[in-house]
């Protein structure tokens, strides 16, 4: 699958809980100041300025497969001591020279391939390089899953919420060293005027896509008539590990 277009804006406005995840995920990775930064998944770049605040003298490559997602990066962060690139994280990527770091949050889980995602960070990754990343992992948004179920509906493969076991072997196989993984519930509560648009274009937006803007809209209805709260049942899976 490519990667989709998304509804940059909408995100923006409701993306809160992956901008809180990922100041934790920033604050994992130990930067001297002027390292060169994969960003992979930059989105809006509300994370990516949070790292540019560590980089005080380094470089980001703000990478992401939405052009809507970059062109808003862009419009936040500027050009100084930044690259964009809309590319597809399941394609080797059009990164030069490797960077000392890749920093990933809420992206890894579109993924469908992690195998080849790995292969792909690593190949643009210096010897020695860190990863920090999160993204939903084992058990993610299962109430979610069960509204749809209860629709006669599924993810059909769109996600792929990984473990730590198989997460770790990937990671292994692909050249990485000093591999931590762990999963972390993160049950995330939202306004009641939010939740809708926020599974249309988040939790559902791959679901949603290609249906008329009232099709989406009673389809994320009858998915949140369903949920036992206003809220998201997040599992988050976060990694760290080193390039060999």
Same mark, same amino acid.
């Given at each position: 699958m490519s990667p989709r277009d998304w509804d940059a804006a909408t995100y923006d406005r409701l993306a809160a809980p992956m901008t809180r995840w990922g100041r934790t995920v920033v604050d994992r990775l130990t930067l001297r100041g002027s390292e060169r930064v994969l960003d992979a998944g930059c989105g809006t770049g509300k994370v990516t300025a949070m790292l540019?605040?560590?980089?005080?003298?380094?470089?980001?490559?703000?990478?992401?497969?939405s052009e809507s997602m970059i062109a808003l990066a862009r419009d936040r962060l500027g050009a100084e001591r930044m690259e964009y690139l809309v590319a597809d994280l399941q394609q080797p990527?059009?990164?030069?020279?490797?960077?000392?770091?890749?920093?990933?949050?809420?992206t890894f889980h579109w993924i469908p391939d992690h195998d080849g995602l790995f292969l792909n960070l690593a190949a643009v990754m210096r010897?020695?390089?860190?990863?920090?990343?999160?993204?939903?992992?084992r058990g993610n948004i299962a109430s979610v899953e069960a509204a749809l179920r209860d629709m006669g509906e599924s993810f059909e493969g769109r996600k792929y919420f990984a473990g730590? +076991?198989? #997460?770790?072997?990937r990671l292994q196989s692909a050249g990485f060293t000093d591999i931590e993984v762990w /999963?972390? @519930? +993160?049950? #995330?509560?939202?306004?009641?005027?939010?939740?809708?648009?926020?599974?249309?274009?988040?939790? /559902?937006? @791959?679901?949603?896509?290609?249906?008329?803007?009232?099709?989406?809209?009673a389809f994320a209805h009858e998915v949140?008539?369903?949920?036992?709260?206003?809220?998201?049942?997040?599992?988050?899976?976060?990694i760290t590990a080193r390039r060999r």
């Amino acid at each position: 699958m490519s990667p989709r277009d998304w509804d940059a804006a909408t995100y923006d406005r409701l993306a809160a809980p992956m901008t809180r995840w990922g100041r934790t995920v920033v604050d994992r990775l130990t930067l001297r100041g002027s390292e060169r930064v994969l960003d992979a998944g930059c989105g809006t770049g509300k994370v990516t300025a949070m790292l540019r605040e560590r980089l005080p003298d380094g470089e980001i490559v703000a990478l992401d497969g939405s052009e809507s997602m970059i062109a808003l990066a862009r419009d936040r962060l500027g050009a100084e001591r930044m690259e964009y690139l809309v590319a597809d994280l399941q394609q080797p990527l059009p990164v030069a020279p490797p960077v000392d770091a890749v920093l990933s949050t809420a992206t890894f889980h579109w993924i469908p391939d992690h195998d080849g995602l790995f292969l792909n960070l690593a190949a643009v990754m210096r010897r020695g390089a860190q990863l920090a990343a999160q993204c939903g992992g084992r058990g993610n948004i299962a109430s979610v899953e069960a509204a749809l179920r209860d629709m006669g509906e599924s993810f059909e493969g769109r996600k792929y919420f990984a473990g730590p +076991e198989d #997460t770790r072997r990937r990671l292994q196989s692909a050249g990485f060293t000093d591999i931590e993984v762990w /999963l972390q @519930d +993160e049950p #995330t509560s939202l306004d009641r005027e939010d939740l809708e648009p926020y599974l249309a274009t988040v939790a /559902l937006g @791959d679901h949603v896509e290609g249906m008329t803007e009232r099709e989406r809209a009673a389809f994320a209805h009858e998915v949140a008539i369903r949920l036992p709260a206003s809220a998201i049942d997040y599992v988050r899976l976060n990694i760290t590990a080193r390039r060999r």
